[in-house]
């Protein structure tokens, strides 16, 4: 089976305080291995709560979410984080490295939920990954000793170091200046073209240039989805 998402019916609703936010409203998504996706909408349209809950960092409220096939939306929390950890690599806007952990321990904090993978393999893995991000000559540095691009650089070495099937980014670029953006995007592309599945937010238009399928969304919906053709085929 080619899927590898597939969102039904999904809403989320957020409560705090009485007050409810409708965050997600009638998500229908299917995303085919090996497709690079854009999701594009105005500020607080529910684009971050759409990774999130791709990312399983977080959960649907109702509605049917599948990964690889898997249902995933009443995992426990440990299978979660086994699946996440496993399957899934998620950049940041802010980056949100480990400041106590140096560069390499960063990278290999994902590949510590693993029990297939022993220590030294997790520090081979870690360093293979940073070569990739070109960011070798920094294995030791802590991540207030880098620069922005440099951050990211290795919050992507730390997103693709297990070789995970989904890369998830949310405004990957949104932090960083236009070189350094640059960099990340064509990273992304190297990735997509080795064949990883990426799905990223972004208000970068050459990002979203480059995705193969663009989706808006508004209010909380998906409004205009460029892939909506495999999407109804497959979902009906
Ligand atoms: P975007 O990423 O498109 O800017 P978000 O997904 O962050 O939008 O937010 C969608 C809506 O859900 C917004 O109205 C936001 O205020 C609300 N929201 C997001 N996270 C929470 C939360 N943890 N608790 C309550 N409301 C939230
Ligand atoms: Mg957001």
Do not use: W
């Not at 802010?94 to 904090?109: G, H, K, P, W």
């Not at 693709?160 to 980014?169: E, F, M, T």
């Amino acid at each position: 089976m080619n899927h590898l998402i597939e969102l039904n019916n999904i809403k989320k609703v957020f409560v705090s305080d009485d007050v409810e936010t409708h965050a997600l409203t009638d998500i229908h998504l299917v995303i085919n291995k090996g497709e690079y996706v854009s999701i594009s909408g105005p500020s607080g349209c529910g684009k971050s709560t759409l990774l999130s809950i791709l990312g399983l960092l977080d959960t649907a409220t109702s509605g049917l979410h599948k990964l690889a096939g898997h249902v995933v939306g009443d995992l426990d929390n440990k299978s979660r984080a086994l699946v996440r950890n496993k399957e899934i690599g998620f950049i940041f806007q802010s980056f949100n490295l480990i400041s106590e952990l140096t560069v390499v321990e960063n990278i290999e904090l994902p590949l510590t939920y693993r029990k297939d993978i022993d220590k030294k393999t997790r520090r081979a893995l870690a360093e293979a990954a940073l070569k990739k991000v070109d960011m070798s000559h920094r294995s030791t540095h802590y991540p207030s000793q880098l620069s922005g691009g440099q951050q990211q650089r290795v919050a992507v070495a730390r997103a693709i170091v297990g070789a995970p099937s989904l890369i998830l980014a949310d405004e990957p670029t949104g932090n960083l200046d236009s070189k350094n953006a640059k960099l990340v995007m064509d990273l992304l592309d190297t990735l997509h073209e080795e064949g990883a599945t990426i799905c990223m937010v972004t208000h970068d238009p050459r990002g979203a240039q480059r995705a193969r399928r663009v989706i808006e969304v508004f209010d909380g919906r998906i409004i205009a989805d460029s892939g909506a053709r495999t999407q109804t085929t497959e979902v009906a």
